[in-house]
């Protein structure tokens, strides 16, 4: 009903607006009434739409599987969509647990990689530690091989999978598969074992990304690394 009102009230005035030009205005006024309202709709037809039909379907899985978490506003969880932070010891961790997709997930990654080579002089090591992206449906099993495919291909340098659904088992296999070998691989159950690795392996100067969906709750992972080394001043 809203909607419909909506779009009622922009035809009845641009009804009224092309009469009264009839009435009052000199000929030809209607003509540019009619291309000023579609010159008007032009923006909201190029980009409203655009915009609006791409991000649908997603809202609608999130929405129908319950993950109202994912639809919130972004300002909700801005700590955790790319907050990048440097911890006392010159670890950069990067914490984008609040939702994961399979486009946010390469964009993520692609950033970890410039990161890495930026600044000059040796590429600095990288870690992804990655879980689950939630409501794919039936193509969860092979996006999730797709991506560890393509971090591997970025030359990340370690990848931590954490839970042990088909969707991770398939990440994890997908890196295996592409090249990634020995312990640049490791598919853990929980983000506490993932701390573990972390906690035994890290070094100064390392890049860590944390990222999946908020129902995962990876962000325990980046906040252990923050809270145990200290952040820099």
């Not at 530690?129 to 495919?149: C, F, K, P, S, T």
């Not at 999978?161 to 070998?181: D, H, K, T």
């Not at 701390?195 to 035994?200: G, K, T």
Request: hydrophobic residues 45%; negative net charge; proline residues 3%.
């Amino acid at each position: 009903v809203p909607a419909a009102a909506g779009a009622g009230a922009s035809q009845i005035n641009l009804l009224i607006s092309t009469a009264l030009s009839g009435w009052l205005l000199a000929s030809g006024s209607i003509t540019y009434i009619y291309y000023a309202d579609r010159l008007n709709q032009l923006p909201l037809g190029l980009i409203g739409i655009g915009v609006g039909t791409a991000i649908l379907p997603m809202l609608s899985r999130h929405i129908h599987g319950g993950d109202a978490a994912e639809t919130e506003p972004a300002e909700a969880a801005s700590e955790r969509r790319m907050d990048v932070r440097v911890t006392a010891d010159g670890i950069t961790v990067i914490n984008d647990s609040y939702n994961a997709n399979p486009d946010s997930m390469r964009a993520a990654l692609k950033s970890l990689a410039v990161m890495a080579r930026s600044g000059g002089g040796r590429p600095r090591r990288t870690w992804a530690v990655l879980g689950e992206m939630a409501e794919l449906g039936e193509d969860a099993v092979i996006e999730h091989d797709l991506i560890g495919r393509f971090l591997v291909r970025l030359d990340v340098s370690q990848l931590v999978v954490v839970g042990l659904g088909r969707p991770q088992r398939a990440m994890f296999q997908g890196a295996i598969q592409e090249g990634s070998w020995g312990s640049e691989a490791e598919h853990v159950a929980t983000a506490e074992e993932a701390v573990e690795i972390l906690d035994s392996r890290l070094e100064p100067g390392d890049i860590v990304l944390v990222k999946a969906s908020a129902a995962v709750g990876l962000w325990s992972v980046a906040e252990h690394v923050l809270a145990a080394r200290g952040e820099e001043k």
